[in-house]
Nanobody
Framework: QVQLVESGGGLVQPGGSLRLSCVVS????????MAWYRQAPGKQRELVAR???????YLLDSVNGRFTISRDNVKKSVDLRMNNLKPEDTAVYFC???????????????WGQGTQVTVSS
């Protein structure tokens, strides 16, 4: 059973930094891409950052230059480093992975449970 587990959320003051981590377990297949989404109260979930096996990473315009996404294929993990955080970054952050549960399985999207990030003084 494929599972994604996030860690690293919390409360931080404006201008501060946080690092979110997400680890994938329960798969013997490949991971095509991993991403971070966020959802603020009353708003739709939005894609924040995505890193596929090929090509440049994607970053939402409002976080470009402040956030960095990185993957460790051996550890099957993805990190989101967030610097110069702003109150508008407050949201629940979700990890997502496009994962093959086994080498012969089709790729499916899996989600973590979410971790709260609150930016406030």
């Amino acid at each position: 059973q494929v599972q994604l587990v996030e860690s690293g959320g919390g409360l931080v003051q404006p201008g501060g930094s946080l690092r979110l981590s997400c680890v994938v377990s329960g798969t013997t297949g490949s991971i095509t891409a991993m991403a971070w989404y966020r959802q603020a109260p009353g708003k739709q979930r939005e894609l924040v950052a995505r890193k596929a096996n090929n090509g440049d990473p994607y970053l939402l315009d409002s976080v470009n230059g402040r956030f960095t996404i990185s993957r460790d294929n051996v550890k099957k993990s993805v990190d989101l480093r967030m610097n110069n955080l702003k109150p508008e970054d407050t949201a629940v952050y979700f990890c997502s992975g496009c994962v093959r549960a086994t080498p012969s399985a089709g790729a499916e999207d899996y989600w973590g449970q979410g971790t709260q990030v609150t930016v406030s003084s």
